[in-house]
């Protein structure tokens, strides 16, 4: 989904660099920026051009470099960068940085243009984990984040040297995807969900008929990455169990445990549900799983194949909500995924109004599947149905908007729980 501006011009993007051993993957976020359209100027500091020379970020962005506010005076670029900027994405955010930042510095053309930027800012950590960890950073953090600055959640791996832990710089990808959502939401995402405890399904199961061979679906799995993506940077605490997908990077932090079979999902989900506020179905489950499934690979052979006898697989998400109505599962919002198409006779919406009923979960997302339609692709498009009646249809875009429109409904599920009657 490319966000419209006046004029349909490109948008416009400030890509701040500082001096971090991931300097070097900011070139790959200018180069997917640059490619989708977007005007970017890199505004990197002193310490970053160390890693990444000027030459560089010039060829790739077709813009000039520059650290310092004395450079091209007469345009006064330590003032309108920020003031004309769409978004500003900081790649990679040091520790000094995201306090310099924090506390209003502003002694070169970067820290200069994030006290005049008045469009969202994204600021995306890399360093190592006693850095991350240290109570000044974190003090910083939440400083920035109080004044609607977007923090990702830096990702855990390998660091500098032998080191590993939480501080990588998330999957460029990740950044691009998150940058994109900001641009077209114009505003921050809020920190509505820390402290919330999510645990979300994703991806398609696959159930063998032989050690070769199995019944599956089209599902990749992006849409559930999206919604504990999505979830973790707005502050909540994610466990992602994945089924199979079309090789997704796993989300910066975020626990994922892997389930191949709906009976293996149907265990961890009620087992990492346990003490969750949210948990949301949105992987594709096998409706049926073959009765028999042999240890050795069934042989091609002249004759017809015996008929394939099926069983069907557990109903997770009625199951949750069962589960929930037996006072054995706390979780406050129950969500559910609907992949319709339609009939002569019922339209995909009510297909997905018949199933909200049938299912009893708090909210479920309904979407329209078939060619070039939900599965496979990177957008997405649907209805969001409550269990008050409350429908939302949600407009195509990327399937980060559409996790961004689902938890806006779930926070504000959270908010009116909350508020105590009047009378």
């Known amino acids: 989904m490319k966000p419209e501006f006046p004029g349909g011009r490109p948008p416009r993007v400030v890509l701040g660099v500082s001096g971090g051993i991931a300097a070097y993957k900011a070139c790959d976020v200018l180069r ?55 978004l500003v994405v900081v790649v990679p955010a040091t520790a000094d940085l995201l306090g310099r930042a924090a506390h209003g510095l502003a002694d070169d053309l970067l820290t200069s243009t994030l006290l ?49 832990g939480k501080g990588r710089l998330p999957d460029p990808e990740e950044i691009v995807d998150l940058a994109r959502l900001l641009l077209v939401k114009r505003t921050a995402l809020p920190h509505d969900l820390e402290g919330r405890r999510v645990v979300i399904s994703a991806g398609g199961t696959r159930e063998p008929m032989d050690p070769v061979r199995y019944l599956g679906n089209r599902s990749s799995g992006r849409q559930g990455y999206a919604l504990a993506r999505v979830a973790a940077h707005r502050g909540a605490h994610v466990t992602l169990v994945s089924a199979h ?51 050795h690979k069934v042989k091609k052979t002249d004759r017809d194949p015996d008929p394939l006898q099926l069983t069907r697989n557990p109903d997770i998400l009625a ?31 009510e297909h997905g109004r018949t199933k909200l009923t049938r299912k009893r979960c ?53 908010a009116r729980n909350e508020t105590p009657s009047v009378g």
């Open 32 to 86: 997917r920026l640059t490619e989708s359209g977007h005007e970017v100027r890199v505004v990197p500091t002193e310490s970053a051009l160390r890693f990444v020379g000027s030459a560089t970020f010039e060829a790739l962005s077709g813009q000039p470099v520059a650290t310092g506010v004395f450079t091209d005076v007469e345009d006064v670029p330590h003032v309108r960068l920020g003031q004309e900027a769409d």
């Open 116 to 164: 005049t930027a008045r469009c969202p800012v994204l600021m995306v950590p890399a360093m190592h984990t006693e850095m991350w960890e240290h109570a000044a950073t974190q003090h910083n953090i939440a400083l920035l984040r109080d004044r609607g600055v977007v923090v990702a959640e830096p990702a855990s791996g390998r660091l500098t040297g032998a080191d590993t």
């Open 319 to 349: 199951e949750l909500v069962e589960t929930r109505e037996a006072g054995r599962l706390d979780a406050e919002v129950i969500v559910g995924f609907a992949a319709e198409t339609g009939d002569p006779d019922t339209t995909v919406l």
């Open 245 to 295: 997908t079309a090789d997704l990077v796993e989300p910066s932090g975020v626990r994922v445990v892997h389930a191949g079979t709906a009976e293996r999902m149907r265990s961890l989900m009620l087992a990492e549900s346990e003490g969750a506020d949210v948990v949301v179905m949105a992987a594709a489950v096998a409706d049926f799983r073959p009765v028999d499934r042999p240890d």
């Open 362 to 414: 708090d909210l479920l997302v309904v979407n329209a599947v078939g060619d070039g339609a939900a599965f496979e692709v990177e957008d997405n498009a649907g209805w969001l149905l409550g269990a008050d009646g409350v429908e939302h249809p949600i407009p195509h875009g990327s399937k980060s908007h559409l996790a961004s429109a689902l938890w806006d409904a779930v926070s504000g599920q959270f």
